[in-house]
């Protein structure tokens, strides 16, 4: 980890809400899950998706790699990695994230939805579901695993941690992103890199992060600071690794974009993934608005407690008067102006 150049490029992120503002929406959108779509409905995204990977990108002259507007967003994640990860603005940040990127597929790519969610439960009701998820689909979803690749050792391995029970690797051969090449990363990378989309399903591992239970056990988290530990991950190794982590490499495996913390949103999947984390805590939410519309908590630095796995890390505790930094890509907020979905400073949104 390239701490010195990764603090560099998260300030210059934070000194570049140049950004015009995009213009408030009028009415509200309502985020459904992926197969309650209708086929043109799907279609339509897939195509807006895409139109933005057509664009050119606004931020190459910082982002050597990025070649596309949809890059533009790799870049950006892959800058403020370390100050969105393992920290209470995680949830907060990625909720503006989210909806910076529907704003941009509506404004730049006609698209008349709202971002879907993927809600992973549905698919992981036995060991084998995981694979036959309707979102994997080859025309109406994102595609499917990458071959089986017993050997991996000559590929870079994007897993912070060991997942058993790994079923692919390759590159995905299927879907409409067969083919494309991701630029960016892996890790803390800004250079030109083309490769492959890899998956690498590890469906045992999905199956015990990412089913009911585990949601319950979520959103029947007492404090906002519990709710975010337990999306995050317990401890450091597999036994604590839940709903954010087990969409990350229940897809990615040990090879897999969506395992990197760094370029993950290099997988198409990685919107649909956090689209779901932040239904969640929208719902925890709404379970008691009068109190959770303004509860945050939690260190502001990577590595603080209570993720001091590595040692104690000085910090302070975040409230709603945090600034979340977006660079080129859309002004500055405070965490205060997105804690509600139906009145935040792009989109008015609810899930369905």
């Known amino acids: ?23 408030a929406r009028s009415s509200t959108l309502v985020r459904k899950e992926w197969r309650t779509l209708s086929k043109y409905q799907q279609l339509a995204y897939i195509k807006a998706f ?8 606004r931020t190459q002259s910082l ?38 990127f529907e704003d941009d597929l509506r ?28 979102i994997f ?6 595609g499917g695993n990458g071959e089986y690749l017993v050997d991996i050792s000559n590929l870079p391995i994007t897993s912070a941690l060991e997942i058993p029970g790994r079923t692919g690797g390759g590159c995905i051969t299927t879907g409409p992103w067969a083919g494309i090449n991701i630029t960016l990363g892996p890790d803390y990378s800004f250079a030109n890199n083309p490769r492959c989309l890899r998956r690498d399903f590890t469906p045992a591992f999905a199956q015990g992060a990412l089913n009911s239970s585990v949601i319950a056990f979520t959103e029947a988290a007492p404090t906002f600071f519990q709710l975010d530990r337990r999306m995050q991950n317990l401890e ?30 290099g997988d198409p999947l990685f919107w649909l993934h956090h689209a779901m984390l932040d239904n969640i805590w929208d719902q925890w939410q709404r379970a008691n608005w009068a109190t959770r519309k303004s509860e945050v908590g939690g260190p502001d630095t990577m590595w603080a407690y209570p993720y001091n796995y590595f040692g104690d890390v000085p910090y302070k505790n975040i409230t709603t008067a945090f600034v979340l930094a977006y660079g080129q890509l859309s002004p500055n907020v405070t965490i205060k102006q997105i804690m509600d979905t139906t009145a935040g400073p792009i989109s008015s949104y609810t899930y369905a």
């Open 107 to 134: 404004d730049t790519c006609s698209y008349n939805g709202a971002l879907p969610y993927w809600d992973w439960s549905k698919d992981v009701t036995t060991s084998t579901s995981f694979s036959d998820s309707p």
């Open 1 to 23: 980890m390239h701490l010195p150049s990764i603090i560099s490029a998260a300030l210059l992120v934070l000194a570049q809400g140049v950004a015009a503002a995009p213009s």
């Open 236 to 265: 450091l190794d597999l036994a604590g690794v839940l709903t954010h982590g087990g969409g990350h490499f229940g897809v990615g495996g040990m090879v897999g974009e969506m395992s990197d913390m760094y370029s993950s949103p």
């Open 50 to 57: 895409k139109c933005l990977q057509s664009k050119p990108a």
């Open 63 to 100: 982002y050597p790699g990025a070649f596309t507007r949809y890059d533009d967003y790799v870049a950006l994640h892959i800058a403020m990695t370390t100050q969105v990860h393992f920290v209470g603005q995680f949830l907060p940040w990625h909720r503006q994230l989210l909806s910076i």
């Open 137 to 142: 689909d080859p025309v109406y979803g994102f």
